[in-house]
């Protein structure tokens, strides 16, 4: 064997390169994608190997070794994962060390974190067997434990409720020969049968399994309520069934206590649950079961997409237009898009499904790059809601709600059923707008939306950078009717608290459900079916089936459909799409009412007379024009401080390194909510019709940026693929 000495590790430090390291004294091994402890400054910190090497730039008097190797020197991380990780590093501009450890239990992230040993279990030997056939005697706790050990095939957790000192009493035991342990064995899955698959679905289930042996991605494009959580889990049964492993990534809204039972139910096993919020102990547990092969379903948000999985055979994504799959700080990458080069580099499908598929997965669809499964047909069979679009101009208003909307709000509630109230919260860039005549800015130079900043006092096109100072009176109609589109909803709890007197109000929202157990309470309260109101945000518009809700009112959309951001009229479409798709679910036809100031606004027209795969081709010819994505590439380099003047001094600076080529540098320009935590937050925007030359020019940027001395004085990042500016 070829002697290494240095060694290439990856250390949990924002700087964009792995650090060298001399082989520990004893010389004990330390092979790729192992974790080791090292020095680093005054500190010790976890690394992992990526790679040795002959030699090293560093001079070797500089050279330090490495601590000790950890784990006994097992590699946690395979060969391939480790070559994913660095994809991602070198195409999202990343530090590798933030990258790998990021795909790392929080557990193992430091030096005392230990690789749970797998589970045991415990059987009778035969002298054990007779032990039990003889009366039970003074030894009573004994006798109880190899009673369990055959009642529940000796399942560790089955042990530990007995007695005071069960694992004493169980060494007792082993001690007098009476019971050995053994590494628990995997249970296999048990289906259970389904309902009779539509049409659609039999045939999007034809089609994916006749490809599970290689990588191909799949959209399956179907309306709420069609049944693509059905055709997941018979391509689950087919890939479990071949004993390999299952990973389902959801939204953070979407992992729910019910989807879970749903798995569990139909395939007789456990899930993997991997997300950030369960306790450290269950996630290292859950990782080592997937690292290990024994756990054969894996469902996890966001960041379960880098556990290891050494049989894996199909990932799905579910929800895939889901903003939540693109992390928005650190290591700022799309889980959808790391998710299909996971897949083809392991070979296997990928399933994307949606009820309304991004332009970017539409557009793939389109072109015939993406097997694409259509299921139009509710698999229940109930009806899809009507719309109403109410114009506010025509309509007096209590607390942003039209006294149309009230009426049939009442008129629900005699019925007794149930009523949603949506407001559109999302961060879009906030519009002014007069409640008069619907005037909303639009830039003089080029044809963009003026974004509204409001402690400043302006209006901003962020797309050529022009300002100006916000007016008093409406610049149409000379009214003092100016107002954030939008506002005036904060106070519609107690609004309608009051209206409706003696019915429950339940609000869904980031603040009220923080508290332990109140979304599961407001949940069952909404499932007993009794008329009530809920009112709330985006949480509403996900995962939940209210079969009871035949009302759906939707307050503010028209921020969303004057907004700067490009990508703000597919959100909307997708979020009415969702919220529509909340109401009547069973034997009752829904209503949906829009209100808004512009009733004849095209993209709105289009989306509810055609549908959302007309509206979704109509904003990608848009997209197309303007060289937006898909049809273009565009990356942002974000830069804050507290100083304004910093931040614009080091983007100016920036702008002007930027290397020829075919991709733009536009800015710098303020973000769209500009101050934050104390911090002025602006970017550049970088454009390009090519991805590799995007790349390839930021790549040759970067370099001087970070020798640049403003560049010290700002903490700044590049975001590839921006979802949100
Ligand atoms: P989606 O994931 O597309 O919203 P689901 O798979 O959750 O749809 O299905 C919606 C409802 O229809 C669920 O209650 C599900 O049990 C039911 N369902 C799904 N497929 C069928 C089918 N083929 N026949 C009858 N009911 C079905
Ligand atoms: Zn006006
Ligand atoms: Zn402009």
Same mark, same amino acid.
């Given at each position: 064997? @070829?002697?290494?000495?240095?060694?290439?590790?990856?250390?949990?430090?924002?700087? =964009?390169?792995?650090?060298?390291?001399?082989?520990?004294?004893?010389?004990?091994?330390? /092979? @790729?994608?192992?974790?080791?402890?090292?020095?680093?400054?005054?500190? &010790?910190?976890?690394?992992?190997?990526?790679?040795?090497?002959?030699?090293?730039?560093? =001079?070797?008097?500089?050279?330090?070794?490495?601590?000790?190797?950890?784990?006994? %020197?097992?590699?946690?991380?395979?060969?391939?994962?480790?070559?994913?990780?660095?994809?991602?590093?070198?195409?999202?501009?990343? #530090?590798?060390?933030?990258?790998?450890?990021? !795909?790392?239990?929080?557990?193992?992230?430091?030096?005392?974190?230990?690789? =749970?040993?797998?589970?045991?279990?415990?059987?009778?030997?035969?002298?054990?067997?007779?032990?039990?056939?003889?009366?039970?005697?003074?030894?009573?706790?004994?006798?109880?434990?190899?009673?369990? @050990?055959?009642?529940?095939?000796?399942?560790?957790?089955?042990?530990?409720?007995?007695?005071?000192?069960?694992?004493?009493?169980?060494?007792?035991?082993?001690?007098?020969?009476?019971?050995?342990?053994?590494?628990?064995?995997? &249970?296999?899955?048990?289906?259970?049968?389904?309902?009779?698959?539509?049409?659609?679905?039999?045939?999007?289930?034809?089609?994916?399994?006749?490809?599970?042996?290689?990588?191909?991605?799949?959209?399956?494009?179907?309306?709420?309520?069609?049944?693509?959580?059905?055709?997941?889990?018979?391509?689950?049964?087919?890939?479990?069934?071949?004993?390999?492993?299952?990973?389902?990534?959801?939204?953070?809204?979407?992992?729910?206590?019910?989807?879970?039972?749903?798995?569990?139910?139909?395939?007789?096993?456990?899930?993997?649950?991997?997300?950030?919020?369960? %306790?450290?102990?269950?996630?290292?547990?859950?990782?080592?079961?997937?690292?290990?092969?024994?756990?054969?379903?894996?469902?996890?948000?966001?960041? !379960?997409?880098?556990?290891?999985?050494?049989?894996?055979?199909?990932?799905?994504?579910?929800?895939?237009?889901?903003?939540?799959?693109?992390?928005?700080?650190?290591?700022?990458?799309?889980?959808?898009?790391?998710?299909?080069?996971?897949? !083809?580099?392991?070979?296997?499908?990928?399933?994307?499904?949606?009820?309304?598929?991004?332009?970017? %997965?539409?557009?793939?669809?389109?072109?015939?790059?993406?097997?694409?499964?259509?299921?139009?047909?509710?698999?229940?069979?109930?009806?899809?809601?009507?719309?109403?679009?109410?114009?506010?101009?025509?309509?007096?208003?209590?607390?942003?709600?039209?006294?149309? #909307?009230?009426?049939?709000?009442?008129?629900?509630?005699?019925?007794?059923?149930?009523?949603?109230?949506?407001?559109?919260?999302?961060?879009?860039?906030?519009?002014?707008?007069?409640?008069?005549?619907?005037?909303?800015?639009?830039?003089?130079?080029?044809?963009?939306?003026?974004?509204?900043?409001?402690? !400043?006092?302006?209006?901003?096109?962020?797309?050529?950078?022009?300002? *100006?100072?916000?007016?008093?009176?409406?610049?149409?109609?000379?009214?003092?009717?100016?107002?954030?589109?939008?506002?005036?909803?904060?106070?519609?709890?107690?609004?309608?608290?009051?209206?409706?007197?003696? @019915?429950?109000?339940?609000?869904?929202?980031?603040?009220?459900?923080?508290?332990?157990?109140?979304?599961?309470?407001?949940?069952?309260?909404?499932?007993?079916?009794?008329?009530?109101?809920?009112?709330?945000?985006?949480?509403?518009?996900?995962?939940?089936?209210?079969? *009871?809700?035949?009302?759906?009112?939707?307050?503010?959309?028209?921020? #969303?459909?004057?907004?700067?951001?490009?990508?703000?009229?597919?959100?909307?479409?997708?979020?009415?799409?969702?919220?529509?798709?909340?109401?009547?679910?069973?034997?009752?036809?829904?209503?949906?009412?829009?209100?808004?100031?512009?009733?004849?606004? =095209?993209?709105?027209?289009?989306?509810?007379?055609?549908?959302?795969?007309?509206?979704?081709?109509?904003?990608?010819?848009?997209?197309?024009?303007?060289?937006?994505?898909?049809?273009?590439?565009?990356?942002?380099?974000?830069?804050?401080?507290?100083?304004?003047?910093?931040?614009? &001094?080091?983007?100016?600076?920036?702008?002007?390194?930027?290397?020829?080529?075919?991709?733009?540098?536009?800015?710098?320009?303020?973000?769209?909510?500009?101050?934050?935590?104390?911090?002025?937050?602006?970017?550049?925007?970088?454009?390009?019709?090519? *991805?590799?030359?995007?790349?390839?020019?930021?790549?040759?940027?970067?370099?001087?940026? *970070?020798?640049? /001395?403003?560049?010290? &004085?700002?903490?700044?990042?590049?975001?590839?693929?921006?979802?949100?500016?």
């Amino acid at each position: 064997m @070829i002697h290494h000495p240095i060694i290439k590790i990856a250390l949990p430090v924002p700087l =964009p390169r792995l650090y060298d390291y001399l082989q520990a004294e004893d010389g004990s091994l330390t /092979p @790729i994608g192992s974790r080791v402890l090292v020095p680093f400054g005054r500190r &010790k910190l976890v690394g992992v190997v990526i790679g040795h090497a002959m030699k090293s730039d560093v =001079p070797a008097e500089r050279l330090m070794r490495i601590v000790r190797p950890l784990d006994q %020197s097992e590699p946690l991380l395979d060969p391939g994962l480790l070559e994913l990780l660095e994809w991602c590093w070198k195409y999202y501009k990343h #530090a590798p060390g933030e990258v790998v450890l990021s !795909a790392l239990p929080p557990v193992l992230r430091k030096a005392e974190g230990k690789l =749970p040993a797998p589970p045991l279990e415990y059987f009778l030997t035969e002298s054990g067997r007779e032990r039990l056939e003889q009366p039970a005697g003074r030894q009573k706790t004994q006798f109880r434990m190899l009673e369990t @050990i055959v009642s529940e095939a000796g399942v560790a957790e089955a042990l530990s409720g007995i007695g005071s000192q069960w694992r004493k009493t169980l060494a007792r035991l082993m001690e007098q020969g009476w019971v050995e342990e053994r590494a628990a064995t995997v &249970k296999s899955p048990v289906f259970a049968p389904g309902p009779q698959l539509t049409k659609e679905q039999e045939n999007a289930v034809g089609k994916i399994s006749q490809d599970l042996q290689h990588f191909h991605c799949h959209l399956l494009d179907g309306i709420t309520g069609s049944g693509k959580t059905e055709v997941y889990i018979r391509l689950m049964e087919e890939v479990l069934t071949r004993n390999r492993q299952v990973l389902v990534l959801v939204p953070e809204i979407g992992l729910t206590p019910q989807l879970l039972r749903r798995f569990r139910e139909r395939l007789g096993l456990e899930p993997a649950v991997i997300h950030s919020g369960l %306790s450290q102990g269950q996630r290292l547990q859950a990782w080592a079961a997937a690292r290990a092969g024994r756990a054969r379903l894996i469902v996890g948000t966001r960041s !379960a997409l880098f556990t290891p999985l050494p049989r894996a055979g199909l990932i799905v994504l579910d929800e895939e237009h889901d903003a939540s799959f693109k992390q928005q700080d650190g290591f700022r990458y799309s889980a959808r898009d790391v998710a299909i080069k996971r897949a !083809a580099d392991l070979n296997i499908p990928v399933v994307l499904g949606s009820a309304t598929p991004s332009l970017e %997965s539409l557009s793939n669809a389109f072109a015939g790059k993406y097997a694409w499964h259509r299921l139009r047909e509710r698999a229940n069979s109930a009806s899809l809601p009507q719309w109403r679009v109410l114009d506010l101009c025509q309509q007096d208003t209590v607390h942003g709600l039209s006294v149309t #909307a009230l009426e049939a709000m009442q008129e629900t509630i005699d019925r007794k059923e149930q009523v949603m109230v949506f407001l559109n919260r999302r961060g879009y860039a906030p519009v002014l707008m007069c409640q008069q005549c619907g005037w909303h800015g639009g830039c003089d130079r080029c044809d963009a939306r003026l974004t509204w900043h409001r402690s !400043a006092g302006l209006l901003c096109c962020h797309h050529c950078g022009a300002q *100006r100072r916000v007016p008093k009176l409406c610049p149409d109609c000379r009214a003092d009717a100016l107002m954030g589109a939008g506002e005036g909803t904060q106070q519609l709890e107690e609004a309608l608290e009051e209206r409706f007197p003696g @019915i429950p109000v339940l609000r869904f929202d980031r603040d009220r459900t923080r508290g332990k157990g109140v979304m599961a309470r407001q949940l069952e309260e909404v499932m007993k079916g009794d008329p009530c109101l809920l009112v709330g945000t985006q949480m509403l518009a996900k995962g939940h089936h209210f079969p *009871r809700v035949t009302l759906v009112v939707i307050v503010n959309i028209d921020q #969303a459909l004057y907004s700067s951001d490009f990508r703000a009229l597919e959100r909307l479409g997708q979020m009415l799409q969702q919220v529509a798709g909340r109401a009547g679910r069973m034997d009752k036809p829904g209503t949906v009412i829009l209100q808004t100031l512009h009733p004849e606004h =095209p993209a709105l027209e289009l989306l509810l007379t055609r549908g959302y795969e007309a509206y979704a081709r109509w904003l990608l010819e848009e997209r197309q024009l303007a060289g937006l994505p898909p049809s273009g590439y565009q990356a942002l380099l974000r830069a804050e401080a507290h100083k304004r003047s910093d931040v614009e &001094k080091f983007l100016y600076e920036a702008i002007e390194l930027f290397p020829q080529g075919e991709a733009l540098a536009h800015g710098p320009m303020p973000a769209i909510m500009e101050r934050m935590g104390g911090r002025s937050r602006m970017y550049l925007i970088l454009i390009s019709p090519s *991805r590799a030359s995007l790349h390839r020019q930021i790549d040759l940027w970067l370099p001087g940026l *970070r020798k640049l /001395p403003s560049s010290r &004085k700002t903490r700044w990042a590049i975001d590839i693929d921006p979802q949100d500016m």
